[in-house]
């Protein structure tokens, strides 16, 4: 066990924590709120969707977003592509990198997209070979890797399969994500352990979400395990689809609070990134689920 | 490292969690939150506070909560007594066990009871010694153990010496504060095994606070260091007087989701303690603070 020295965030409040936000929230706030967090340090921002309106309205505007950008040196902005069309729309607005979205669970995999796991991986494939060719890195994302809503436990093996078979397809990072926040720290280090036979450590990216209260416990464990790459939202954006009213991602400002704790870089300016938190959340009348955030602006 | 087979929590709410609350909750509310606690398996239930109402005027019905109680067997009721004034009259409501309150930080002692910490150590003697002579337990707490709002960091060495003569004094356990929730899992084990040196680890327990969304990691932490009783409150009912607006106690529900997750043995019944959250936030109308309450209640 030996924490990492240095963790990147990979900030995905513009996409993850905005997709199933009700009310259209104009381009131009999301554009501040992309600038705001890159001037607060985050150097990885996961920035639009590149998904039929029908499916996500709140990313219609995502040409305009991405080409919106005002873009920071050592910034990566990118967006989620989850078929050859969003992807060659993605590449046409200058996209850094782009992201993929696979399930460890069967019956999600089909609830969500329509399809069978493996499946959806043969779906990625002309994504993965046309990104390559654009010279543009690819992220793949594993939904439900401690628990589904359908199916409920999910055994750490389907998770490192299909962590493996999109690695092994070219995703550059895999990141592993407890969609429904059920996980406790003891099942995510055994489901990371049973990765980390298949994908290389400094791969993996935990994507974890608080609807239980136990993210950054969760964190912490994955954390002594060696993960050097987290998934947040700024404000703890994102509700759980699953559980109204719930939390859904870990809150950007609650884990560089833990890395600042536990003597590990991360590059981010908490003040800044709070302030942001606090701002977007007052502009589209949200309530700031970053303890910290909150913590912070009562002082 | 080795996690213990069992957890005793001790639940603050009916005190810890509602004596700042500013408007008066009838007597009759708070017995019913100690029956429905005892009904959902918590064993150990500080019940009121014997100070002074001109302090704690929510507390001022503590002879009525204290005597009113349905006993169960196998639960403690306790009570916090600052002062021999205060224990005398616990003991004619016949409390079983009480607790007396210091702290890590001289500051904190000064501003929060007026005197240094070795005065308020000495003005325990004569509660334990009268305690003694009644058969009844002692608790005690060290407030600020992770961090003061007027001096900030403290020594964990300055947590062990006052946990050592609250013990040396007759305290059958001491409870480690983090009062303003500023801690973090690395420094939450380095206090502990600093404190754990002078009084051993089974007179150890938890109290620690999430205002920065850190009690459940810095929890588990300390559980990986065998700590095995841990202070909650339902619902995370107390809000943290150094941040208006901000949390105070972790949610006992948090912390039994996160234990049966574990494997560790509570003898809770989340869904009747998570039911009991949903039941006394409504009642006072307060917002649950607790995410596993929140998430169960929206199923």
């Not at 990492?4 to 709120?33: F, H, M, S, W, Y």
């Not at 499916?55 to 005002?70: F, K, N, S």
Request: aromatic share 6%; proline share 5%.
């Amino acid at each position: 066990m030996a924490f990492p020295q240095n963790v990147r965030l990979v900030e995905v409040g513009p996409r993850d924590g905005l997709q199933n936000e009700p009310e259209p929230i104009g381009t131009e706030t999301k554009l501040a709120l992309i600038d705001r967090l890159g001037a607060a340090g985050l150097t990885h921002i996961e920035a639009a969707s590149f998904v039929s309106p029908k499916w996500v309205p709140q990313m219609a505007d995502h040409r305009e977003v991405m080409q919106g950008l005002t873009r920071r040196q050592g910034v990566t902005y990118s967006a989620l592509t989850p078929n050859l069309r969003g992807l060659e729309a993605a590449l046409e607005c200058g996209v850094d990198e782009v992201a993929v979205f696979g399930a460890a669970s069967e019956a999600f995999s089909q609830k969500n997209i329509n399809c069978s796991v493996a499946e959806s991986l043969e779906r990625f494939a002309p994504v993965l070979e046309r990104a390559r060719e654009a010279n543009v890195r690819v992220r793949g994302y594993v939904s439900c890797v401690l628990g589904c809503p359908y199916e409920g436990e999910i055994a750490p093996a389907k998770v490192a399969e299909v962590s493996k078979a999109l690695y092994e397809m070219g995703c550059y990072e895999v990141s592993l994500g407890d969609t429904i926040g059920t996980g406790t720290p003891l099942k995510a280090k055994r489901m990371l352990e049973a990765v980390a036979r298949e994908v290389p450590m400094d791969k993996l990216a935990a994507h974890f979400h608080d609807t239980y209260g136990q993210a950054l416990a969760n964190l912490y464990a994955v954390l002594e395990e060696g993960v050097a790459v987290i998934d947040s939202s700024v404000a703890g954006l994102g509700g759980c689809p699953y559980a109204k009213g719930a939390s859904g991602n870990v809150a950007s400002e609650d884990v560089v609070y833990l890395l600042d704790g536990l003597g590990i870089e991360s590059g981010i300016d908490l003040e800044a990134l709070a302030a942001t938190g606090t701002w977007i959340t007052q502009t589209i009348g949200r309530p700031n689920r970053s303890k910290v955030g909150v913590a912070l602006s009562a002082k």
